[in-house]
């Protein structure tokens, strides 16, 4: 009679807890769905605004001519201008702040996780102020000039992956990389690029050139162009992929080394490898975008409001959430002091300044858990 008793209870409690991950799953699709459509929205509003409007149909129409066999089918009832303005400037300048948006918030989801603070970001390990200490090197003084147009990009990178070598060298104790270590070349070496920087601009010889490069420090889509969203979206596209692939050893990395010992995870190589593919994530949007900060920072904050701590839906909302925050933020930047334009950089402090406050002062919140 006992017996028959457990086993019934542990039949109905295997129930509930199918049930309830059924539901979960179910309410994570619509999330997930849910995002997507305002990424479309998202998407379609912010090529339609501007100083000359144009309404959305006529904006999907310039898009989809460009297709193979759809645009054939297409009736042409657009300007010359208007495709000007659809195809070669702003739909470009908004997939590329999509792109970015996507990898800087999956490089913010990775380095919380792998240092274990929820105040890390994507410039915590020092890799955006590299590639600003290359990239106003080539802004001020020329530098690189055999590589034309791409020197700006090529200078930002390399700057990045200097920054990402030194701190993890830094790192190391005894072939093996300490998180607090990292975390403190990660500041140190930020602060050494922060001063090179600040001396660099103090030696322009115009004074152009430093609005440009102080411009560039604080994030711009404004220079976008076709041929700078390949590199970047397959980057980001096969990163991405990766640690959703890998999102169980990164729910590991949370639990400590010996979790993960038991569990089978190597900590140390898995480590290595996130460092290397959050720099180069990290180099190469960087190198196309500027230094556009509170992205990284404050997007899987939000992801885990939304869908708790397991780092597969963590990742997935995130890139979607990214997408759409710097979507919008470039909106803003360019309509606010029009025909002016803002730095990304600035328009993302100000939301994400706001988000932190309130942040702290739900008491309900903490790192790796989701509000109640």
Not at 45 to 71: D, E
Not at 83 to 103: C, H, K, N, Q, Y
Not at 123 to 145: D, E, K, M, N, Q
Not at 233 to 257: D, K, T
């Amino acid at each position: 009679m006992e017996e028959s008793l457990i086993r019934s209870s542990l039949n109905g409690n295997g129930d509930r807890l199918e049930h309830l991950e059924r539901k979960a799953k179910l309410r994570f699709r619509f999330q997930l769905f849910f995002l997507l459509c305002i990424l479309l929205l998202s998407i379609t509003f912010a090529v339609t605004l501007g100083p000359v409007k144009m309404s959305a149909l006529t904006a999907w129409k310039i898009a989809l001519g460009h297709l193979p066999f759809i645009g054939d089918s297409l009736e042409v009832n657009w300007s010359i201008a208007q495709e000007r303005i659809i195809w070669d400037i702003r739909l470009p300048r908004v997939l590329l702040g999509a792109v970015v948006g996507a990898g800087l918030s999956i490089v913010g989801v990775v380095i919380q996780a792998l240092v274990r603070n929820s105040l890390a970001d994507p410039y915590i390990l020092g890799i955006s102020s590299g590639s600003s200490v290359a990239a106003t090197l080539v802004i001020l003084f020329g530098a690189l000039p055999i590589f034309g147009q791409y020197a700006l990009s090529l200078g930002a990178f390399l700057g990045a992956m200097a920054a990402m070598l030194s701190v993890y060298l830094l790192a190391q104790v005894g072939g093996r990389i300490q998180t607090t270590r990292l975390l403190l070349a990660g500041v140190a070496i930020s602060m050494i690029m922060s001063a090179a920087t600040n001396f660099i601009v103090t030696l322009a010889p115009k004074d152009s050139g430093i609005r440009e490069a102080m411009f560039w420090m604080m994030g711009s889509l404004a220079g976008a162009k076709w041929e700078y969203i390949p590199i970047p979206a397959v980057v980001v596209l096969v990163v991405s992929f990766f640690l959703i692939v890998q999102s169980r050893s990164l729910n590991i990395l949370l639990m400590g080394e010996e979790a993960a010992a038991t569990l089978g995870v190597n900590m140390e190589t898995f480590r290595k490898v996130l460092i290397i593919i959050t720099s180069l994530v990290t180099g190469t949007v960087v190198a196309v975008s500027g230094s556009i900060g509170f992205i990284g920072l404050v997007v899987p904050h939000v992801a885990r409001l939304l869908v708790g701590t397991d780092h597969k839906r963590v990742l997935s909302c995130s890139i979607l959430i990214g997408m759409i925050l710097v979507i919008w933020s470039d909106v803003c930047a360019r309509l606010v002091l029009a025909p002016q334009e803002l730095p990304i950089g600035v328009v993302t402090a100000l939301c994400g300044g706001p988000f932190f406050i309130w942040l702290l002062r739900r008491s309900s919140y903490s790192f790796g858990g989701g509000g109640k």
